[in-house]
Structures are given as C-alpha cells and as structure tokens.
C-alpha cells in the first residue's frame, strides 16, 4: 500500500464549523497547518435546489441518520468541506449568558467576559452575520409575526451568516448563490491561502499516541492510499457524533466515563398551516424569524420552509387529503418548534458507524407538548383555516406520547463534554484532552449541555478561542459590525 | 421511482435501506397497503419519502409556483456575476 507522509505544527480534522476556524486563525498565524476532511469538497454549480438529490449529495447518508430510542429522531448531519455549516439555515445566535454562567457554575468553564465576546465579535465579522430584512424573510415570516404580534409574544428577526441573499428558498440543500457564508466558503479558502494544505476524501482511521502524548494522525485516502500525519498538536473537529467514536477507537479519552455521553440534541418538529393568502414560503429566507417568547420554558420557535418536495414530506397526512393540502401548497406556512432539552442520550461505535441512543424524557415530552399547542395557538391567530400537527390523527399536543411524535434534531452537542475537572470531563476549559498532551477538540462535542439556540456560533468562537489559546495570544478586538444583512 | 429518491433511498444507512425497500415492496400489494394503513408512524415514514419523490417532479413543482431550475440558474449567474466562490 502506498503511504504518504505530511509534517505540520497543527493537524486539523474535519473541515466543518469548528475546523475550519481553527485552521485558518492558525494559518494566518502563519503555522504549518495540515486541514483533512473526510468529504468532499462541494462544487456549488452542482446545486440543483431539488432536495432528494442534494440530500443524497450534501448530508451523511442523504440526511437519514437516525436515533434508537423512544422516539426515533431523525439527525441529518452535513459531510464535507463546510460540514454541517454548508446545509443548516444559517441562524446565528450567541451562547446566551444564562448558558455561561451556568457553565462556569456547573463545569468550571470560564467563558463570559470580554474575552469570549471577542470571539464572537470576530467569528460574526468574518460570516458577514446581519439581522434579515421583512423583505428578505418573505410571507412565512410574515405569518409568524402577525401570529405573535396578536397574540404579544416576544419575536424577531433572526440574524443570519448570508451576504447578497437572494431568498432561494433552499439554505439546507445548498444555497446556490453562495450567499450564505459556511466555513467552506470562508474560513476554508482563508486557511489555505494562508498555506494549509487542505485534504479532501480522508479517512482519519485513529490518532497516533506515544507515552500519553498524540503525535498526529494515521488515514486512509481515496484510493486506498495511507496518509500518516505527524504534528505538534491535534486538533479533532469531526462532529459530535464522530469525534467520540474516532477518539474511543484510538483507545483514549475515556478514563472520566464520559466520552460519548451527555448527547444533548435540540428535539424539533415542525407545523404546517393553511392560510388565505398566498405564503410561498420557498420564496424568500426559510429560517429568517423567530418567537422566544418561552424561551425560559426552553421553548423556541423559528420559521422554517422549502419547496413543494421539502413540504410534502413534512405534511402529516395521507392519500386524498395529503394531495388536497398540497394543492395549496402556495398557500402553506410552516413553523418549527424547538426544544431545550435536559434528556439525555449517548453514542458508541458499531464497526465503523455510530449508533446513537436518546429518549425524550417527561420534561422535554411536556415541552414538545406545550410548544406544539402554542404554534396551534400562534397560527390560528395568524389567521389559519387549518393547522397540520405533526400527530396521528385524534392526538392532541396535550395528550400526546413519545410514540405519536415526530422528531428531528438538528443540533447534536456534549458527547465529549468540557468539564474542569478531569473525573467529569472529556476535555478541560481550554478544549485540551484530560490527561493526554498535543489533542484538543473544537466542535459540538465540547459543549457541555443544551443551548436552547442554534449553536454554529457557539462552536466558532470556541474554536476561535482555542486557535488562540494555541497561538499563546489574546484574540484581536474587532471593530463593530453592521446591524442589516446587505 | 425516480433517479433522485432511488439514489436518496440507496444513500441511506443500511437498517433505513432495507426498511424503506421493505416498505415500498409491501405497499406495492393491495394488502400490504391496507396492512399499512394499520400502522401509521411506518405510513407516514414511507408516504413521506415517496411525497418527497413525487412533488420533486418538475411537471408537479411548476404547477406549485416551484422551478427548481430557474433557483439554480439563478444563483449560478448571480455567482459569476458578483464573482463569488
């Protein structure tokens, strides 16, 4: 078999959210950076806005990954350059303070103050993140804040990492105007004009570790071919759900018991609804508003949408009155509810794949529950004719069991949890490996517990942070940002 | 089934595969259909993927206000024209 060898100050693995930020700050810095990626890089041209074929294309087993537990939820995660950055809805929200502060109260994580917010600040200004326009939003937003406006529920628009958005209407199936800034399109270029050599199609199969210290990586590339990477540092950025299986495999990280624990993961469903005027909602920014208005319930709501296929498939119903609906499929508004969750689930390796365990405790039941009768509430006040529960028929929210439901996730955190202190952590508050010298983490994996927001800016500014920290130096102030996405 | 749900379908992890074929061949019977009907989370797990075949038709979306074509050439102009990656 053919070898090949690389030496680098810092090896990165996975090209994703946390990844590629890591690497570019490095590179900028001006470290030898070896960036490896075990999809493809994605040529944007071959976006065809039809979603069967770019599930199929964009996302790790054309977005079918799903959870064993009661009940099963749907996962879609994104593979290859970008990661699952290249196909979410691009929201963008901060770690909410309460978060921090119950981390520092929790698991000895030091994170507020000006130091974090520093971070935020820069990973926001590279992602040209602004607040999407009425306009932009489109008549799906417009349902929802009508609905909230009359109901005087807290709301707003949602800030987003897009530039020259157009509202295509297809953020989770490629934008194909490139408007929405994923990693693949920003921090990855960076890094390697910057001089990292970004690897594409490798396998990183496990960490090469000598005396309590990793020394790089071993993969295998298309083709067959072996690549052995020797570096100063590692960096493991594969996902929440990949990491812990790649650092189990290489036989490390596991002296706390809590490698591929404490899986947190954002339950979500959505409602379809009709309503009188024409909605379109594939016209203009699928996720663009939101209604926080029991977010200390660990309740939210955001607006989500897509074309007639991505509707279709969301709609609970069957035969002769699932084709009625979508005969007005212009006249369709859909919203998501997502919830908080304090459940918690695992993952382990079976071969070479994850198999990912969660049961929605009775606390997230109950919030599904509530969260679902109240955008029954928010749309009916909007003005809607009909509301599509995601239940079998005769089930109300408030009677509902784990079995009726519904679920996707899209937010998979905590399975390699920060914890300061070594029995009850994978890594510590600076995203080292308890225990072992030259790895650290910089993904999902790290966060020790729910966010009850979208967590792509989360992720960032830790892996910002921990470029950083790695660099021994503060991160730079950035000046303020504009308040409107252009 | 199209080219695009086949390939959806064929992508997906092997446990999903082989259930998903399982169920398509058992609706395809006038009595696995009813069978079906029976059990409604597995209903709507393969009414949703075939839903999700069937409104992808170009023929089917245009007739929604939806051309997908249109979205990605669109896109693909205002890519060139505004020299984004």
Redesign the interface.
Known sequence: MKERALEVDFCVVGAGGGGAVVAAELAEAGARVALLEQGPGHD??G???????M??KLYR??G???TIGSPPILLPLGRGVGGTTLVNSGTCFRTPEHVLARWRAEFGLELEGAAIEACFERVERSLSVGEVTPELAGENAAVARRGAERLGWSHGYLRRNAR?C?G???CVFG?????KQHTG?TYV?RAVRAGAELITGADVRELSVVRSRVRGVVARLKGGERLKVRAGETILACGTIHTPLLLAHSGVAGASGQLGRNLSLHPATAVLALMGEQV?M?RGVPQSFYVDEFAQEGIMFETVAG??????????L?GAE?ARA??R??HLAQLGLMVSDSSRGSVHALGR?PVIRYTLGEADLERVRRGLARIEQLLRAAGASEVYLPL??GVAPGTARR?DL?LMAFHPLGTARADARARHGVVDGDLAVHGLRGLHLADGSVVPSSLGVNPQITIMALATRLAFHLLGRPVPASPKLASTTP | M?D??R???????WP?RVGMRALLAVARRPRGARLLARA??L??AL???L??????EPR??AR???D??A??A???A??RA?G??
């Open positions: 944007p041209d976006f065809t806005a039809r979603p069967p074929e599930l199929a087993d054309a079918q990954t799903t020259g157009v295509s209407g297809v934008c194909p105007t490139s408007a399109i270029p379109n594939a074309p007639p296929s991505y509707a279709a498939m969301a709609l609970p069957q699932h979508m005969a499929y212009p794949r079998p028929r079995g519904r | 199209s695009a749900l390939g959806f379908v064929a992508a997906a992890p999903e409604p989370l209903a709507q009414g949703g993927t839903a999700l075949g069937r409104y992808d089917l979306a929604l206000g939806w997908a074509t979205v990605a669109r896109g693909r205002l890519r505004e984004r990656p």
